[in-house]
Every structure is written in C-alpha cells, then in structure tokens.
C-alpha cells in the first residue's frame, strides 16, 4: 500500500481523515480495517496494537529484571569476597 492520499489527489487526504473522525467507532469495530492502518513494521497479523506494546514491553521488563538481578548478584558477591 504505497499510495499516498495527497500524490493521487491532493483533497483526498484531508477528505480520508474527515471520514475517519466522523467515523471513528464504526471504524474501530472492524478488525480487518484497523489491521489495514498498522504500520507494517508491526507485522500482518497484529490486530490489536495495545496488546502488542504490551506484550513487548513485558518481555522487556522481564530481560531487564533478569540483568538487574545478575547485577545485584555481582555486587554482593564483590562486597563479600570468599574467604580462603
């Protein structure tokens, strides 16, 4: 979908986000329409945006625990050297 609204008419863009805003629930009740308006670096099948930042963000919280934790390990075995 690389045609842009304003290189086929210059009207049509402003008309597309008019019918959008007086749109706007009916628009969001269809899956299929708001899949058509997720950027593609999101990937074809994610339909629903917010679970997909979720989703994300929860692995990331999980893979920073993990390094807060390996860190919170070394400190205290630094501040505690084994004994000979």
């Not at 329409?33 to 930042?53: I, T, Y």
């Not at 929860?58 to 501040?79: F, H, I, P, Q």
Request: hydrophobic share 40%.
């Amino acid at each position: 979908m690389n045609e842009r609204a304003e290189n086929l008419a210059p009207e049509a863009d402003e008309a597309v986000r008019a019918y959008i805003r007086m749109n706007r629930s009916r628009l969001a009740q269809d899956g299929s329409f708001l899949a058509m308006l997720v950027p593609e670096r999101f990937g074809g099948e994610v339909h629903d945006l917010q679970r997909h930042v979720i989703e994300r963000l929860r692995a990331e919280n999980t893979a920073l625990r993990s390094k807060l934790d390996a860190v919170e390990r070394a400190v205290k075995a630094w501040g505690n050297p084994p004994t000979p």
